[in-house]
């Protein structure tokens, strides 16, 4: 990688798992009322054909990891399992009761925080409370995050006789003097049990999550790391830059410096490390920071085009409603955005009081949802187009003369009313969207909202 291109585009951007971003959300023009109006004309245009995605935020750990930028609460009272659950139990019954008919779920993904801090007897009463209410789609996908360290056998099997056949374990790095920095312990030894364990059980795809440019990390760390990997084989892999964010209150990113973080380039070899260590072991490069192996329904997804990115990340097949439970939580009707709150006493509050917990969201425009488009387009599948009039709009002269230099570096092709990002441009995503984001355009940010591209 040219080291020139890496200090040239190594700027402040979104990682794009919504557009509008959630900076740049019109908050004064929403309302709840609003909320429900939008997700309820989503929810009976596409739920019999598309289902819905459910996303279930399980905020606890018992430790922080200084990486993380999540929302959390640490904590080792595990008697705050039951009273949460609950809670979330019931915002599910404030949205069934809203939408009238039975949810038809095609996609469930528990995330956190560590979901598997619960109890596996907690988590089925929960995932229980969620399905009685609702359906299942054909081909359903059901998917969990589990910390190496916890997860027990019998959460995997609880959860996989559920209907779980999808795990994703955070690794992060195997090096001890970066694992003490980012405070996550965890010897290689106990992410191959929880792997060997999910398989021999009947997951279908485990996923392993790694990531770069963390403090004290080396290109030998990078390597070490995959290639432990390597020995596991995972599904799926997502090789994530680490998103260096302090300012964002609770986020726990404390215990170094940015003197200890690897500079631009440095953090850029990791990656060109990393992706070339993962090519060779037949891995493929799918989308943002995502690399499957031909056997995953990722990769087929990429390859039939039909994977989608949310506020999940990506997932290989898209619905118009994603609703968001728990707190922080962002839903999605494809016409709006609403985010619940962030304090779990004001959620439980808010849900004793039988109020859907949202604090701020944002109604999309006909702009707002042809700039969406272009922007999953292109975090999808590395090209868009605007050959349909659909997708047309006003400012494409002023995005292309954006581009131009992108183009000059080639980092992409530009034909007749279309572009594709070049292999040597995947890694430049960010920065052509950024391109294609009229609000960001328009309301450049005078302090820094979001992560390095780089």
């Avoid at 399905?131 to 789609?137: F, G, N, Q, S, Y």
């Avoid at 910390?147 to 001890?176: A, I």
Wanted: charged share 25%; hydrophobic share 35%.
């Amino acid at each position: 990688m040219c080291f020139s291109l890496v200090n040239k585009y190594n700027v402040a951007g979104p990682r794009y798992t919504s557009y509008p971003t959630v900076p740049y959300w019109n908050v004064d023009k929403f309302s709840l009322k609003q909320w429900k109006e939008n997700l309820k004309k989503a929810f009976e245009e596409s739920n019999t054909t598309e289902g819905i995605s459910l996303y279930i935020h399980l905020p606890f750990c018992e430790s922080l990891c200084t990486f993380c930028g999540c929302n959390k609460r640490i904590t080792k009272r595990h008697e705050v399992e039951s009273p949460y659950i609950s809670a979330v139990l019931k915002e599910w019954d404030l949205y069934c009761d809203l939408l009238g008919e039975k949810p038809n779920i095609k996609e469930l993904h528990l995330g956190g925080g560590t979901p598997t801090f619960f109890d596996s007897k907690n988590l089925k009463i929960l995932i229980d409370g969620i399905t009685r209410k609702a359906k299942l789609a054909d081909n359903y996908e059901f998917s969990f995050e589990g910390h190496p360290n916890n997860t027990t056998e019998t959460h995997l099997q609880t959860l996989f006789d559920l209907g779980f056949k999808r795990v994703s374990f955070g690794v992060q790095d195997y090096n001890p003097i970066v694992q003490k920095a980012i405070h996550r312990i965890q010897p290689f030894e106990n992410v191959k049990k929880v792997t060997e364990q999910a398989r021999a059980i009947g997951y279908t795809s485990v996923s392993h999550d790694i990531i770069f440019g963390l403090p004290f990390q080396t290109e030998a760390h990078v390597a070490e790391t995959i290639n432990k990997t390597k020995e596991l084989l995972p599904d799926r892999i997502a090789f994530y830059s680490y998103a260096h964010v302090p300012w964002i209150k609770g986020n726990g990113q404390r215990g170094y410096k940015d003197s200890d973080l690897p500079t631009p380039s440095i953090k850029q070899n990791q990656y060109q490390l990393g992706k070339k260590l993962l090519a060779d072991a037949g891995y493929y490069d799918i989308g943002m920071d995502h690399f499957a192996l031909k056997t995953d329904s990722l990769y087929t997804a990429s390859v039939s085009e039909t994977m989608h990115r949310n506020f999940m990340g990506y997932t290989a097949s898209k619905t118009k409603v994603m609703i968001g439970l728990g707190v922080s939580s962002i839903s999605d009707s494809w016409y709006a955005f609403a985010q619940n709150v962030k304090g779990i006493e004001e959620y439980y509050h808010l849900i004793e009081s039988q109020i859907i917990p949202v604090f701020r969201g944002h109604i999309l425009t006909n702009e707002d949802l042809i700039i969406r488009q272009h922007i999953l387009n292109l975090m999808c599948h590395f090209k868009t187009s605007w050959i349909d009039s659909d997708l047309y709009f006003e400012e494409i002269p002023e995005v292309l003369s954006k581009l131009k230099e992108m183009e000059d570096d080639g980092l992409l092709k530009k034909e007749l009313n279309q572009i594709f990002i070049t292999e040597k441009g995947k890694p430049f995503v960010r920065n052509i969207c950024m391109a294609f984001d009229l609000l960001l355009q328009r309301n450049k940010p005078e302090t820094q909202l979001f992560s390095m591209t780089i």
